[in-house]
């Protein structure tokens, strides 16, 4: 019973910390500058992972501006999550626009929707990049191009890589995992296939402490590279930190 009261009360957190993000988006960013709106959104994040009992275990508050980021994807929370510690402009597939409220939230919060298979919005979205790095922006995407289960690692799409190049700043690529309180891989926050964004909060709500490792790895330049030499160099780096063979 008190197990079940509790995970009633987590639900009505959600839903009012949503609601409080959307007041505050609505009501206040209007007002802000960015670095106000930037800390804003730090501790949004920092709040939503407390409600789903998700601790983050790595610092990465010295990621310079002008910076090209780039993580594997495992779930709804990676956004969240590198926002807690170091908020960015996401790069993410437009699915995500349609979700419940944080799809709305996330697109206030600097993120930026791109059609998959759409060769013109890529066109589009380097552009934008281009322009957010040289404006001193720490900008971020999942070269995946889609979640996958831990322990796997998807191939790396290069396309986005080449707004790095064109800026010549370095690629810092990052390795994300959740572990459960034993140190194992924890599968309830796996967002993948066919699966409902509710059907993953539920799990996630009733899956126990979740503890993320961000693990920032060497800066690779990106002088004289191609973009697939360099997402391939990206991808056998994050392989490597979380001990995934490619």
């Known amino acids: 019973m008190?197990?079940?009261?509790?995970?009633?009360?987590?639900?009505?957190?959600?839903?009012?910390?949503?609601?409080?993000?959307?007041?505050?988006?609505?009501?206040?960013?209007?007002?802000?500058?960015?670095?106000?709106?930037?800390?804003?959104?730090?501790?949004?994040?920092q709040q939503l992972l407390a409600i789903f009992n998700v601790r983050v275990k790595m610092n990465l508050a010295n990621l310079s501006g002008g910076t090209v980021i780039i993580s594997n994807h495992v779930s709804w929370l990676d956004i969240f999550v590198i926002n807690s510690v170091s908020p960015c402009r996401f790069v993410a597939k437009s699915d995500i626009r349609s979700w419940p409220m944080l799809g709305w939230l996330a697109e206030q919060a600097g993120t930026i929707y791109i059609s998959r298979g759409s060769k013109s919005d890529v066109k589009r979205i380097y552009k934008h990049l281009i322009d957010q790095i040289e404006a001193g922006e720490r900008v971020a995407f999942f070269?995946?191009?889609?979640?996958?289960?831990?322990?796997?690692?998807?191939?790396?799409?290069?396309?986005?890589?080449?707004?790095?190049?064109?800026?010549?700043?370095?690629?810092?690529?990052?390795a994300?995992?959740?572990?459960?309180?034993?140190?194992?891989?924890?599968?309830?926050?796996?967002?993948?296939?066919?699966?409902?964004?509710?059907?993953?909060?539920?799990n996630i709500l009733r899956g126990g402490e979740v503890i993320v490792e961000l693990q920032s790895l060497d800066p690779i330049p990106t002088e004289g590279c191609h973009r697939r030499e360099l997402a391939a160099v990206a991808r056998q780096s994050v392989a490597r930190a979380l001990q995934v063979e490619i």
């Not at 889609?146 to 690529?173: C, D, M, R, W």
């Not at 034993?182 to 409902?196: C, E, K, N, Y």
Request: net charge neutral; with cysteine; hydrophobic share 50%.
């Open 176 to 202: 994300l995992r959740y572990l459960n309180a034993a140190g194992s891989l924890h599968l309830a926050v796996d967002f993948v296939g066919d699966m409902t964004f509710a059907a993953s909060m539920d």
């Open 2 to 45: 008190l197990i079940k009261l509790r995970y009633y009360f987590q639900i009505s957190l959600v839903f009012l910390h949503l609601i409080r993000g959307l007041c505050i988006c609505g009501m206040l960013f209007p007002w802000l500058d960015k670095a106000a709106k930037k800390d804003r959104i730090q501790i949004w994040s």
């Open 143 to 174: 070269p995946e191009g889609t979640t996958a289960e831990q322990g796997s690692l998807l191939p790396f799409h290069a396309n986005l890589f080449e707004a790095a190049i064109h800026a010549k700043v370095p690629v810092q690529p990052i």
